[in-house]
């Protein structure tokens, strides 16, 4: 096992994958399964600790067990089976092993993760069930249980959800443990000395009469001699004892994103690459007619053209196109831009953002939806007055700031991936898929990410990749995509559209809510597209945000109802809490308004039985302190991912633009690992939620998407960026997830100081004055 330096990107011996995957099989089980299904339910879930295949070492490094590996020299090998896409997964995760086997985080080296069941997302799976999150009992425990079995057997590895510490809380610090306690019986067999007299610190095995023994000179025989030592023989530490969890340890691959050494998947560059680039349909489910190749055949540097929709399967209207091979990419890209090619535009060439939300609101007018929440009785009495508004939010697109690309190479019935990818076990499926090949015959080098989002849980790219690798005559293949490409042709977070009607009594208090709204629903785009899986039935993404929400009415109907969307759709950083939140918050400020109360002590009187959501508003609140003269602040709370955020908004209106200088973030997301990288995660939602909340938005017309690059689809500038204060909680409960939360209250925060300023009360989002 080869390892890198964790502030670089993969230069690592490449893993392979093996066995087949079980995905129809179990799905298929489960819906018809019946009686084995609740046996197979009782039994103990598969083990996390060693892979099906012994961990690859070399140079003398000796593996105990599927995680950890330690070499001659006294540093540790940790395999961190999530993609680093600036989330600080690189410096986290290693913190968890450390800290139970006791040894520096400075002698920690990351190793690449083999494409292995063990390493797959359990977390992810698990909370993908519409549980409110103050249900407790009986059902939603065995439910979860059930899906985190399911989650192991299929072992997607997938880095997204805000899940990589809260998957990896467990098995990750049992690895540690365990070869912790490896190490300490060897010594002790050694020694002749009982275990217990026996303690570990800083990489060495310390006995009470002060002998001691480095980890590496115990590695073989701990591997020989603790070999029948797993989980469930250790103790993991409480917290009190956390020497190494939640300091604030500085990010470890920091550096080498300044210096530019850090690889990203663009920096991928195997002997005798070439470029490719591409003519995708402008037109949304459109397909290729025909092209004519020997129109650029004769450019400089081209060496070939080939149509790549088939690698798409049955999906390739959802990335249609003709792609050129070059020598360079710049070569590549003249020549794909003058390549004449006839496109069948198909069925949705009349599409439009219009008839969109035209259809949605036709959807809202006769269907009364799926009921994610619901208690009591919408048939009060005592009502004074009753409060509806509508909110609507756009198609929004990734944008992240590495360009799409995958470099692919197919020799000899070999495939070999270099890929900014979440999704590396779904990458190999898909390039297996393409080639012709077993999976065990594909080779993935997993690469840094410039910024992820869920635009890279896709394996679009590695189609397009692989298919044009197959053309190049055993050469590497770099295909990058435009930033035109990029905008035009990504995976949506979809539009949706929310009708709200609140019933209040003559004090101003909450008698009934009703929240009904519709959308697309990603996840039946999703599984068919990258799962092999049908998408049906109620979708938890679409409401969340809606029906999960954290104050106390007792009378409450959430409900969403399903639109099919052509416009492709795909996970967007925090998925429906996104725009559910603004939602849901920018109409509590309403009804708050309506009552004659102020919006933060109205929240307060909601929240008596949750004293956690109760004491991040009022940190928020008290940190934040009074506005500047001019300004107003805008407060909102939401929980997602696990986590409460509170933030509060200072906002000015000068005319039509909305500048936001400070948001004060307050978050309990648990026990913290290491606290720079929540702030550092606060900082980037709020920058990348005040891109969507006053800029994002795609729109169609004629089935085509209007905007094409940063000049009509804007992201936030430095000079734009506020000052961003996070004071995190202290808690002792689990980690909860970090990477989302911070995006979903942002927007309603900044419509309720824009409220404050002007008594316009903005329900659409971008958030617009003029």
């Known amino acids: 096992m080869r390892d890198r330096d964790i502030t670089k990107g993969p230069d690592i011996e490449p893993t392979t994958s093996k066995g087949r995957s079980r995905r129809r099989f179990l799905l298929g089980g489960l819906a018809a399964g019946g009686a084995l299904l609740v046996g197979w339910g009782v039994q103990a879930p598969r083990q996390r600790l060693h892979t099906s295949h012994p961990l690859p070492v070399e140079n003398g490094a000796v593996a105990l067990n599927g995680w950890v590996a330690l070499h001659p020299d006294g540093t540790v090998s940790v395999v961190v089976p999530r993609s680093e896409m600036g989330q600080g997964v690189h410096t986290a995760l290693p913190m968890l092993v450390a800290e139970e086997l006791d040894v520096p985080l400075a002698q920690v080296r990351i190793a690449a993760a083999p494409i292995d069941k063990i390493f797959g997302n359990l977390t992810v799976l698990r909370e993908n069930l519409p549980f409110h999150p103050d249900e407790r009992g009986h059902v939603k425990d065995g439910a979860q249980w059930m899906l985190a079995k399911v989650g192991r057997e299929l072992g997607i590895m997938f880095t997204g959800g805000s899940t990589s510490v809260k998957d990896a809380w467990l098995p990750m610090r049992e690895a540690g443990a365990v070869a912790r306690a490896m190490l300490m019986k060897a010594a002790a067999e050694d020694w002749k000395v009982p275990v217990a007299h026996c303690r570990t610190e800083d990489g060495f095995v310390l006995h009470r009469d002060g ?204 495939v070999h991936l270099w890929a900014s990818t979440q999704v590396p076990s779904i990458a190999v499926d898909v390039a297996a898929r393409v080639a012709g090949v077993a999976r065990e015959d594909v080779i993935i080098d997993v690469m840094l990410l410039g910024g992820g989002f869920g635009r890279r849980l896709e394996g679009d790219m590695v189609a397009q990749a692989v298919a044009v690798a197959l053309a190049s005559k055993g050469k590497p293949v770099q295909l990058i995509w435009t930033r035109e490409d990029d905008t035009t042709h990504d995976v949506y977070r979809p539009a949706a559209l929310a009708r709200f009607t609140a019933r209040l009594d003559a004090q101003g208090r909450i008698l009934a809510w009703n929240n009904k709204s519709t959308s697309g629903a990603i996840g039946h785009q999703y599984f068919p597209r990258n799962l092999g899986l049908p998408g049906m039935g109620p979708d938890k993404t679409t409401a969340e945000g809606e029906y999960d929400m954290q104050y106390e009415i007792a009378n409450q ?114 026990i913290v690992v290491n606290p720079n990288i929540v702030a550092q995660q606060m900082e980037s939602a709020v920058v990348f939620g005040l891109s969507a909340a006053l800029g994002g938005e795609i729109t169609i017309r004629d089935g085509r998407v209007q905007q094409s690059n940063f000049g009509d689809y804007p992201v936030l500038r430095m000079d734009r960026a506020p000052l961003v204060e996070t004071i995190v909680i202290p808690s002792a409960e689990p980690p909860e997830g970090v990477g989302e939360p911070g995006v979903p209250p942002l927007a309603p925060a900044v419509a309720a100081a824009v409220f404050r300023l002007t008594g316009k009360r903005l329900r659409s989002l971008p958030l617009k004055l003029a």
């Open 211 to 414: 002998r001691r023994a480095s980890y590496a000179s115990l590695a073989a025989r701990a591997a020989h001699v603790g070999a029948g030592i797993d989980a469930s023989d250790v103790k993991l530490k409480e917290a009190r004892d956390f020497r190494l969890i939640g300091k604030p340890v500085l990010r470890r691959d920091s550096q080498a994103k300044v210096d530019g050494s850090a690889r990203f998947g663009i920096d991928a560059r195997p002997e005798g690459m070439l470029y490719a680039a591409l003519k995708m349909s402008p037109v949304i489910g459109g397909v290729v007619a025909s092209f004519d190749a020997a129109h650029v055949k004769a450019m400089p540097g081209v060496q070939g053209v080939v149509d790549v929709s088939s690698a798409l399967g049955e999906f390739s209207g959802a990335g249609a196109g003709v792609a050129v091979i070059a020598n360079s990419w710049w070569q590549a890209k003249q020549a794909a831009a003058a390549l004449p090619v006839t496109w069948r535009d198909g069925a949705h060439a009349g599409l439009s953002s219009e008839a969109i939300f035209k259809d949605f609101a036709a959807a809202l007018d006769n269907e009364s939806g799926y009921a994610y929440h619901e208690s009591g009785t919408q048939d009060v009495s005592g009502v004074a007055q009753t409060v509806s508004a509508e909110y609507r939010a756009p198609f929004l697109a990734h944008a992240t700031m590495e360009p799409v690309n995958c470099t692919a190479q197919v020799a000899n019935g070999k």
């Open 557 to 670: 109907r959430i409900a969403h109802v399903i639109v099919d969307s052509a416009v492709p759709l795909g996970y967007w950083r925090s998925v429906g809490h996104s725009h559910n939140a603004f939602f849901k918050e920018g109409f509590l400020d309403e009804v708050a308004h309506a009552a004659g109360q102020d919006g933060v002590a109205y929240r307060r009187a909601l929240l008596a039985r949750h004293p956690r959501h109760l004491a991040v508003l009022d940190a928020a609140v008290r940190a934040a302190g009074d506005p500047a003269p001019g300004r107003a602040h805008g407060v909102a709370l939401h929980q997602s991912f696990g986590s409460i955020v509170a933030q509060v908004a200072e906002v000015s209106v000068d005319g039509a633009d909305i500048r936001v200088h400070r948001v004060v973030c307050a978050i309990d997301c648990g």
